[in-house]
């Protein structure tokens, strides 16, 4: 079993940065690929980026690519994801969550944290 705890979130400004963290117990997490969701009220949990259990292995969502980095640190039992050049439309409560294999489908995932917001002013 996987227990998640997601930190970092907050309010910054368009064109800013954010790194969110989540920390996991459990003796699994090193064996477990991890994923950073996103939802805002009314809309459907969005996929934004996983790595795999050696962090060899990352996807990310269109939205994702090229602003957002996930990384995992294995001895820290965290996993983190960088987000640069923030949008308004970036503003959701970030979840992650724990996968046997990288998946965009949150279906896939059977742990998850209780969420960070994220908020990006214009």
């Known amino acids: 079993q996987v227990q998640l705890a997601e930190s970092g979130g907050g309010l910054v400004q368009a064109g800013g940065s954010l790194r969110l963290s989540c920390a996991a117990s459990?003796?699994?997490?090193?064996?477990?690929?991890m994923g950073w969701f996103r939802q805002t009220p009314g809309k459907e949990r969005e996929f934004i980026a996983t790595i795999g259990w050696g962090g060899g292995t990352t996807y990310y969502s269109d939205s994702a690519q090229g602003r957002f980095t996930i990384s995992r640190d294995n001895a820290e039992n965290t996993v983190y994801l960088q987000m640069n050049s923030l949008k308004p439309e970036d503003t959701a409560l970030y979840y992650c969550?724990?996968?046997?294999?990288?998946?965009?489908?949150?279906?896939?995932?059977?742990?998850w944290g209780q969420g960070t917001q994220v908020t990006v002013s214009s």
């Open positions: 969550a724990a996968a046997s294999y990288p998946s965009r489908r949150k279906y896939d995932y059977a742990y």
């Open positions: 459990g003796r699994t997490f090193r064996n477990s690929a």
